[in-house]
């Protein structure tokens, strides 16, 4: 089960014109936590896998990820209680928050072992509902750890042409989510393309778009 989907390229989301909100990409591993009720924070994992988030569970986590063996406990430190504080004001009895893990060193989805962590939230799914529109995430969230907002407008060429050649200051790209309809892309810059192509050779596309 892939439980956050893979988002198109803007070329290929076939959305240019419509408003959006872009949000930087940080380049880090997408992780996930569960959230119900009178409950509270009960399991985690990546975007492939889930575990219970119990001493055990844990211990299973680290055992299959080592390099994001610290995710839950950065999580439960900087963010379980604030993001869990907002949801119980939520008309909602569960919810899954996504996060993205990274250190400064953080590229591709490798992690540097002796380098401080974080986690930075960027999409909250409810039942029945996709994602948490664009507009409501930022004024619901915003006085937490989420991303830099980068740009509000039309997504048009212009933008992403100006998003590839760096003249937004981001590392990666950035992800646009709609402010019509549940959608969303991702624009990625051409350095961080030839970085890919630099440390990964033949198998930079894996990180491309």
Request: glycine share 10%; with cysteine; charged share 25%.
């Amino acid at each position: 089960m892939l439980y956050y989907p893979k988002m198109p390229s803007s070329e290929k989301a076939l959305v240019l014109g419509e408003r959006c909100i872009a949000f930087e990409k940080l380049d880090g591993t997408n992780l996930h936590f569960c959230w119900e009720r009178g409950f509270g924070w009960h399991a985690f994992g990546t975007r492939r896998d889930r575990f219970n988030l119990t001493e055990h569970g844990i211990a299973e986590f680290a055992n299959a990820h080592p390099e994001l063996a610290e995710a839950a406990e950065v999580f439960q430190a900087t963010l379980a209680a604030g993001l869990g504080d907002v949801l119980e004001g939520y008309e909602t009895d569960e919810a899954t928050a996504f996060c993205e893990f990274l250190g400064q060193g953080s590229f591709a989805g490798q992690h540097k072992t002796n380098e401080p962590k974080r986690l930075i939230f960027f999409d909250l799914a409810l039942p029945r509902e996709a994602f948490v529109a664009p507009e409501n995430f930022v004024k619901a969230f915003g006085h937490l750890p989420i991303p830099r907002i980068v740009y509000r407008g039309k997504l048009t060429g212009q933008f992403t042409d100006d998003m590839r050649k760096g003249k937004f200051g981001v590392a990666e790209g950035v992800v646009c989510k709609g402010l019509k309809g549940d959608w969303r892309c991702k624009v990625k810059t051409n350095a961080y393309r030839e970085r890919l192509k630099a440390s990964l050779g033949a198998d930079w596309e894996s990180g491309w778009e």
